[in-house]
């Protein structure tokens, strides 16, 4: 307990694992989730929002 | 490592005279919610109609503001400066400077909130001539008793001694440290604590300079545009205020007990430094539909507001990548199959799961809500609740409720009493908040209010859309009662828990990051850099409205009136000033009256 | 600074992201041309509203061939007038002023919504389409009996409207 991160992250200890790990799953998931944003988004604006009764103007 | 020495030795057997701080504010934040929730439950069943028989409609907003207050301020503040100590003292591994300032700062801000709520309180009887039913934005002219006022100012005074606290301990550590990259934790406590005096110093103000004394009788009238405007400098901010502590869970806890590390150290550090620059200059984005702002004002803040998106979406990433490793660590495989391969029976690692996926969801409705135009569709309606209800609501306060299973053996070395309880108490909360949220985001679309009593009207009917009014209702009902229950189960946890005796060997260490500090820019530390740029970018965004708004109402208000919901007699005036061409409504007031009497 | 590939793809996609909510909110501005209520009118003392030209008779009045003008009052506990009858396939302007506390006014389920604060005017500007019947709803708290204030939108057809007109009613 109370060991901060600094002392302890040398650079040997890390730098190796970062180029092996290529979040593969973490980047599907995301894209998914961009595409549901996008979509949602389109919806609530273009079709509900602009779509309403009594469109303020001016 | 020295996790072999170390491994044995929990922060409660390091740092005793710390840990009783941390378990303190832990527990006020706890009461804090538990209190809120009673209120919650009271007012969903109320303004749904299932039940309005414990309250008058009059009293809703009694309850109303204490659930706000409560949970928004008090639960949230205590949760985070709990953690924040707990945070410091971990990762620069020294004990605070002086434990005498820390009891005086949590002091102050137990005091200040104690009058605070009782001012709200005091609403619900007729024996105290006090009440403060102006709900936790107390927008002017509505008045509270002064206590409330100046509650609020002790709470906040407090909290800036806690802020003082950890950057003195950093200090210290610094000096015995010159060479050393500041630990990730201590760099987000510090960046959210630079953030929290920049934005409190706004609401801090009004209530020094203008309210507290205006409810003394002191001054005469307020500008109600400034005073509000003032508000939401503070009221955006804020809101990262909460959610900067659950993404140091996320950031640092999590990746832990997927049984992986931080995917990346630098990418972590630049995410708080965006939310010091950017969390503040948005404000007047609640105020897209307030006369008396310029169109360009409002603009100018959306924009900010919109690349304020930033750091959220970085987030998401960075913390899923983690847990990813995490399961690839335990042998996950495949472009998702590394899902089942993650520890769900853990609360604190399903809590937290659950809690960024509802955050995820209420990052859409975010987006609604800062899109300055379409923000006429769902300003002031319940699609508001609906969106901070998965973010305050969740995102933090079920994050916060799973890292206690992680947390609190670690500050008391008692175990949880039943780790399975507390999975069907986060899960409950999911479901629960998943009905809840999402009926109040269709009712918002249908144009029903929010902070009503009765949001159903007798000259019309709202259009028929996802199922309808009276349907949406229902969802309500069910969804806050099952968030009700699963407060009660968390509580009742933790209580038991408190029963347990004490063990060892309970200790967690926690990893280092994949992309350690040392990749990092050197120049992310210098906090002074980016305190002044963020105070340079308030500037730019504030100083030309409120100079607007000042010239046009006055530092003092347009001949405003005073309106005090906190005494008897004024109720009386105010039926009156209603006129008698409103006559229907003024009966129905006046008889609210005879009510409160 | 290392940051990962996959990173910078979900970087550019964000970046990506936030442009086009922008650019949906400018389309908005300038196709449909939604305009924000803003500071276009001046100032206006609260406790002189009974004095005022435009507020001390809250009414509809006709200021162009298919142009109407709506002085609405908001206090504690209802909208003045009430109803507000405009006609049908016109363009209206109302204007919204607060006597006392801090108000709202929602056409529920519609886009005109519009905070009402003392000392200051709202206005917004609609078109109106076929004869419809709207509830106004305060959407800020206001006070004990906020849940009872709520009014009338009635967009009713030429003919009814001049009729109406005529028999000095609003109906
Ligand atoms: C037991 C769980 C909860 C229930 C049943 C519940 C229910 C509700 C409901 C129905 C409203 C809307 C009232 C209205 O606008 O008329 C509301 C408002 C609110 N809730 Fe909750 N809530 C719960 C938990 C939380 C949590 C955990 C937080 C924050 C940490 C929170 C913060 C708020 C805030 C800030 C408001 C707005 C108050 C206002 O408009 O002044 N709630 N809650
Ligand atoms: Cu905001
Ligand atoms: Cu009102």
Same mark, same amino acid.
């Given at each position: 307990m109370g ?7 040398s ?5 190796g694992?970062t ?7 973490t ?13 949602s ?12 009764d ?5 | 490592?020295?996790?072999?020495i ?8 390091e740092f005793?005279a710390e840990a009783r701080?941390?378990?303190a504010a ?10 809120g ?13 299932v ?11 009694t309850?109303l503001?204490?659930?706000g ?8 503040t ?8 707990w ?11 002086d ?8 002091g102050?801000m137990?005091?200040?909130?104690t009058?605070?709520?009782i001012?709200?309180?005091? *609403? ?14 107390f927008?002017?002219p509505?008045?509270?008793h ?10 906040i ?7 003082a ?8 550590w610094?000096r015995?440290?010159?060479d ?7 760099f987000?406590?510090?960046t ?18 203008f ?9 005469d009238?307020?500008?109600?545009t ?21 993404y140091?869970?996320?950031?640092t806890?999590?990746?832990?007990i ?11 550090r ?14 007047i ?13 409002k603009f ?11 750091p ?11 847990v990813?490793?995490?399961?690839? &660590? ?14 769900w029976?853990?609360p604190?690692?399903t *809590?937290?799961?659950?809690?960024g996926?509802m ?5 859409f409705?975010?987006m609604?809500?800062? *899109?300055?135009?379409?923000?006429y569709?769902?300003?002031?309606t ?6 901070f ?7 933090v306060?079920l994050?916060?409720m ?10 008391t ?7 399975s309880?507390g ?5 409950v909360?999911f ?12 009712q ?21 859309m996802?199922?309808?009014?009276e349907e ?14 699963s ?18 060997g309970?200790a ?13 820019p ?12 963020a105070?340079?970018?308030v ?24 309106y005090?919901v ?13 006129t008698?061409s ?5 009966d129905?007031?006046a008889?609210l ?5 | ?7 910078k ?13 922008? *650019?949906?909110?400018?389309y ?17 003392d ?9 507020f001390?008779?809250p009414r509809?009045e ?13 206090? &504690?506990?209802?909208? &003045? ?8 396939n016109?363009t209206?302007?109302f ?6 506390v ?6 529920a389920g ?8 003392p000392?200051e ?6 078109e ?24 009338k939108?009635?967009v ?12 000095g009613?609003?109906?």
């Amino acid at each position: 307990m109370g060991r901060n991160e600094a002392a302890h992250a040398s650079a040997s200890d890390v730098s190796g694992d970062t180029e092996e790990f290529d979040p593969i799953g973490t980047l599907t998931l995301i894209g998914i989730y961009f595409v549901i944003l996008v979509l949602s988004w389109v919806y609530i604006y273009y079709i509900e929002f602009l779509g309403r009764d009594l469109i303020v103007v001016g | 490592m020295s996790e072999a020495i170390e491994g044995d030795r929990t922060f409660a057997d390091e740092f005793p005279a710390e840990a009783r701080v941390v378990r303190a504010a832990l527990l006020g934040s706890f009461l804090a919610l538990t209190l809120g929730a009673v209120f919650g439950i009271i007012q969903t069943l109320h303004r749904t109609g299932v039940f309005r028989g414990l309250i008058s409609s009059t009293d809703y907003y009694t309850s109303l503001t204490a659930h706000g207050v409560f949970l928004a301020l008090s639960f949230t503040t205590f949760f985070l400066v709990g953690l924040f100590t707990w945070a410091v003292v971990r990762s620069l591994d020294r004990p605070l400077i002086d434990i005498r300032i820390t009891w005086t700062w949590y002091g102050l801000m137990a005091a200040g909130m104690t009058m605070t709520g009782i001012s709200i309180l005091a *609403g619900f009887t007729d024996a105290l001539d006090m009440s403060a039913d102006v709900l936790f934005t107390f927008y002017a002219p509505l008045q509270a008793h002064p206590m409330f006022y100046a509650g609020l100012a002790v709470f906040i005074v407090g909290s800036w001694i806690a802020g003082a606290d950890y950057f003195r301990t950093w200090l210290a550590w610094k000096r015995e440290h010159p060479d050393d990259r500041i630990p990730l934790q201590t760099f987000m406590v510090l960046t959210t604590m630079a953030m929290w005096y920049i934005a409190s110093s706004a609401v801090a103000a009004s209530v020094l300079v203008f309210l507290l004394p205006w409810s003394l009788g002191l001054i005469d009238q307020v500008n109600p545009t400034l005073t509000r405007t003032l508000f939401w400098f503070f009221g955006h901010p804020v809101v990262y205020f909460w959610l900067m502590p659950a993404y140091l869970l996320w950031y640092t806890v999590l990746p832990k007990i997927a049984g992986g590390r931080l995917f990346s150290d630098p990418l972590a550090r630049v995410v708080f430094v965006l939310f010091l620059l950017l969390s503040t200059p948005v404000g007047i984005h609640h105020q897209y539909l307030d006369p008396g702002i310029a169109e360009g004002f409002k603009f100018i803040s959306m924009t900010n507001t919109m690349f304020l998106l930033l750091p959220s979406l970085l987030t998401a990433f960075t913390v899923v990548a983690s847990v990813e490793y995490g399961a690839r &660590q335990r042998g996950g495989t495949g472009l998702l199959g590394w899902l089942t391969d993650l520890p769900w029976r853990d609360p604190a690692f399903t *809590g937290m799961m659950l809690a960024g996926l509802m955050f995820a969801a209420g990052g859409f409705s975010g987006m609604v809500n800062a *899109g300055m135009n379409i923000n006429y569709m769902i300003h002031n309606t319940i699609w508001v609740p609906g969106h901070f209800h998965l973010t305050v609501g969740t995102a933090v306060a079920l994050t916060f409720m799973a890292a206690t299973y992680w947390l609190w053996p670690q500050i008391t070395n008692k175990p949880i009493y039943s780790r399975s309880i507390g999975l069907v108490q986060v899960v409950v909360w999911f479901v629960g908040m998943a009905l809840m949220s999402n009926a109040m985001h269709a009712q918002g679309i249908l144009g029903v209010p929010r902070r009503t009593a009765e949001p159903e009207y007798s000259g019309f009917d709202y259009p028929v859309m996802f199922g309808g009014f009276e349907e949406l209702n229902v969802q309500i009902a069910i969804g806050g009662t099952l968030l009700f229950v699963s407060t009660v189960l968390f509580v009742g946890n933790l209580v038991l828990t408190m029963g347990n005796p004490k063990v060892s060997g309970l200790a967690e260490e926690l990893p280092p990051a994949l992309s350690g500090p040392d990749d990092a820019p050197r120049v992310l530390d210098n906090l002074g850099l980016w305190v002044g740029i963020a105070l340079v970018l308030v500037v730019l965004a504030y100083a030309l409205p409120l100079a607007a708004i000042i010239n046009r109402g006055g530092l003092l208000g347009p001949g405003v009136g005073t309106y005090p919901v906190w005494f008897a007699p004024a109720l009386d005036a105010l039926a009156n000033a209603a006129t008698p061409s409103l006559g229907a409504i003024t009966d129905a007031a006046a008889s609210l009256v005879e009510v409160i009497r | 600074m290392h940051i990962h590939a996959y990173e910078k793809v979900w970087l550019a996609a964000s970046v990506l992201l936030i442009l086009f909510l922008l *650019g949906s909110v400018t389309y908005g501005a300038v196709g449909p041309g939604i305009a924000m209520v803003s500071d276009g009118e001046s100032a206006i003392d609260p406790g002189g509203i009974d004095e005022d030209e435009r507020f001390s008779e809250p009414r509809v009045e006709q200021v162009g061939e298919t142009e109407y003008e709506a002085y609405v009052v908001a206090r &504690q506990f209802g909208f &003045q007038p009430d109803p507000i009858v405009v006609p049908a396939n016109s363009t209206v302007t109302f204007y919204v002023t607060s006597a006392d506390v801090i108000h709202g006014f929602e056409v529920a389920g519609t886009n005109a919504n519009t905070m009402v604060v003392p000392g200051e005017v709202a206005e917004i500007t609609v078109e109106t389409d076929a004869p419809a019947e709207y509830g106004i709803v305060c959407n800020e708290y206001c006070g004990a009996a906020h849940h009872g204030m709520e009014g009338k939108l009635e967009v009713v057809s030429q003919s009814e409207f001049d009729g109406g007109r005529n028999g000095g009613d609003g109906e």
